[in-house]
């Protein structure tokens, strides 16, 4: 199966300026991350959809950040306007909540490949 | 609070050596826990998943535990290749309304000399 796309891989803004990534998960996945990582650091959640509704968004900073998952397919990832500090690689996961048997593991998350942003 | 530690930081080691990488999480009441594979400039491969029931699981040259009562989970990596270079992340998975909370450790950076 085909696995989480992207887009763009790599993006250069300047500060105040506004940017927006793309991510399309795996066929079927009712969920879908955007995590924020930092050089150095592990991945941080932003925003967790289950379908096109919002489970979890404590961690975006809903001043600048903004996202939505219209249809509960593809998700746009959005940044007006940009910091310094959001200088990072932006990365989208997604899960199923199909039961696999004995090894339920419907909370498994695949990744897609990540946009690094550089904002100057 | 709930965190996830990786030690080490950093790693390097000769080819052909067997290696335990590790993860700690402050709460012990798991759901489940997997370890990622980073390479520089990439998303996140995932490796192995290990259920809050089980022990460990085994992936070719991998093998990973899990002892929830100490809140600690061992990659072994058997035989370190230098294709085996890259960032190892340990993610902790915890249940809450509406599905699960995702931690992440800050990895640990592998390098395996040729």
């Known amino acids: 199966e085909a696995g989480v796309a992207q887009s763009p891989r790599y993006k250069i803004i300047e500060k105040r300026q506004s940017v927006a990534f793309w991510c399309n998960p795996i066929s079927g996945h009712a969920t879908l991350y955007w995590y924020q990582q930092i050089l150095g650091q592990g991945p941080k959640l932003l925003i967790q959809?289950?379908?096109?509704?919002?489970?979890?968004d404590s961690q975006l900073p809903k001043d600048r950040f903004s996202a939505e998952r219209l249809k509960g397919v593809d998700s746009t990832l959005k940044i007006q306007p940009a910091k310094l500090e959001d200088s990072a690689v932006y990365l989208c996961?997604?899960?199923?909540?199909?039961?696999?048997?004995?090894?339920?593991?419907?909370?498994?998350?695949?990744f897609g490949p990540g946009t690094r942003l550089t904002v100057l | 609070k709930q965190e996830v530690t990786q030690i080490p930081a950093a790693l390097s080691v000769p080819e052909g050596e067997n290696l335990v990488l590790n993860c700690s999480f402050t709460?012990?009441?798991?759901?489940?826990l997997q370890w990622f594979r980073q390479d520089p400039g990439k998303g996140l491969t995932s490796l192995l998943l290990?259920?809050?029931?089980?022990r460990e699981q085994t992936s070719g040259r991998l093998n990973a535990s899990l002892d929830k009562s100490s809140g600690r989970s061992t990659l072994y990596i058997a035989a370190s290749q230098p294709g085996d270079s890259a960032t190892y992340l340990c993610?902790?998975?915890?249940?809450?309304?509406?599905?699960?909370?995702?931690?992440f450790g800050a990895g640990t950076r592998l390098f395996v000399k040729a």
């Open positions: 993610a902790v998975y915890y249940v809450k309304t509406g599905g699960f909370k995702t931690i």
């Open positions: 709460d012990s009441a798991i759901y489940n």
């Open positions: 290990i259920q809050s029931s089980q």
């Open positions: 959809f289950q379908n096109n509704g919002v489970v979890d």
């Open positions: 996961a997604s899960s199923s909540r199909r039961d696999r048997g004995l090894s339920s593991s419907y909370n498994e998350q695949f």
